[in-house]
T-cell receptor, first 111, second 115 residues
Framework: GQNIDQPTEMTATEGAIVQINCTYQTSGFNGLFWYQQHAGEAPTFLSYNVLDGLEEKGRFSSFLSRSKGYSYLLLKELQMKDSASYLCAVRTTSGTYKYIFGTGTRLKVLA | NAGVTQTPKFRILKIGQSMTLQCTQD?????MYWYRQDPGMGLKLIYYSVGAGITDKGEVPNGYNVSRSTTEDFPLRLELAAPSQTSVYFCASSYSSGGGSNEQFFGPGTRLTVL
């Protein structure tokens, strides 16, 4: 079957660094995505990995290991506005592109 | 560009009623998707479309129907509303050419309650 696992909830302090892990078992892997979703809002795109390694975008970095079925999202210099859910998603392909989403990690940033 | 727009934003239905959730995108994306998100959960794919005239089922299609007559529009139809369909519905679109991120862009969502 296809499955994506990520922690349900995490708490961190403003200014700190937090790492959100994601493990996946899917077929036809065509990229791993991280989305941010504030309460009551739509998901917005954060990062994309298709090859092994680290992708950095400002305060956010994402890592992928395809052989281990593992990714993480690293958030540095946490700000209060980073309090949100972070969704890990795998794009699969068997002729067409579909996305499998994890249940999301709810991050609370404390002052 | 307006991006992905959805109407209505909120709706309350009685059991057995029907309705259509509208979704429009102005980015000329070929792929469009409908998801539902239950409280504290991730997104579950209901239906998707790879282009006008082509649709396919996702993980949870029962109780829903879709059509795609134009590139821009992808309406979702609920024929006989049931309490289990109470959820937030998101429409998304993306351009898929086989390379690059081609990430999904999401509409603001429709919050549906069936009583």
């Amino acid at each position: 079957g296809q499955n994506i696992d990520q922690p349900t909830e995490m708490t961190a302090t403003e200014g700190a660094i937090v790492q959100i892990n994601c493990t996946y078992q899917t077929s036809g892997f065509n990229g791993l995505f991280w989305y941010q979703q504030h309460a009551g809002e739509a998901p917005t795109f954060l990062s994309y990995n298709v090859l092994d390694g680290l992708e950095e975008k400002g305060r956010f970095s994402s890592f992928l290991s395809r052989s281990k079925g593992y990714s993480y999202l690293l958030l540095k210099e946490l700000q209060m506005k980073d309090s949100a859910s972070y969704l890990c998603a795998v794009r699969t392909t068997s002729g067409t592109y579909k996305y499998i989403f994890g249940t999301g990690t709810r991050l609370k940033v404390l002052a | 560009n307006a991006g992905v727009t959805q109407t209505p934003k909120f709706r309350i239905l009685k059991i057995g009623q029907s309705m259509t959730l509208q979704c429009t995108q102005d980015m000329n994306h070929n792929y469009m998707y409908w998801y539902r998100q239950d409280p504290g959960m991730g997104l579950k794919l209901i239906y998707y479309s790879v282009g006008a005239g082509i649709t396919d089922k996702g993980e949870v299609p029962n109780g829903y129907n879709v059509s795609r007559s134009t590139t821009e529009d992808f309406p979702l139809r609920l024929e006989l509303a049931a309490p289990s369909q109470t959820s937030v519905y998101f429409c998304a679109s993306s351009y898929s050419s086989g390379g690059g991120s081609n990430e999904q862009f999401f509409g603001p969502g429709t919050r549906l309650t069936v009583l």
